[in-house]
């Protein structure tokens, strides 16, 4: 296994994760990136004994249940996660980050909340 897995679900994030493995690859980081079509076969080859990474970024867990499962089980054998879905739940609702930060004077761009479709 690499010394950086990155995972991720979203296909606008594809820019992002060539990025990330470019910068990781001129660091001397060994990196690979598992999509939402490999996320079970990456666990399975995990579950069987295969060698963990020593980063974990997560792009995934909050979509993917196989990605959440990936994640999980890698914590509980001390690889570190960047996006620790433990500690990004807080994020996760942008609209609520958004107010919280205004509240403690953070100065985040104009933006109007509206509420989903489902609600209008």
Request: glycine share 6%; charged share 20%; with cysteine.
């Amino acid at each position: 296994m690499k010394d950086l897995l990155l995972l991720w679900e979203w296909p606008w994030d594809a820019p992002f994760v060539q990025r990330v493995l470019c910068a990781a690859s001129a660091a001397g980081v060994a990196a690979s990136a598992v999509g939402p079509d490999e996320t079970g076969a990456c666990l399975e080859w995990l579950a069987a004994g295969g060698e963990l990474p020593l980063v974990i970024v997560d792009r995934a867990s909050d979509v993917l249940p196989s990605a959440a499962r990936l994640v999980a089980g890698a914590k509980l054998r001390g690889v570190q996660v960047v996006n620790d879905p433990d500690r990004a739940s807080a994020a996760v609702d942008k609209a609520r980050m958004h107010l919280a930060l205004m509240s403690i004077g953070v100065e985040v761009p104009w933006t109007l909340l509206l509420p989903p479709d489902r609600e209008l």
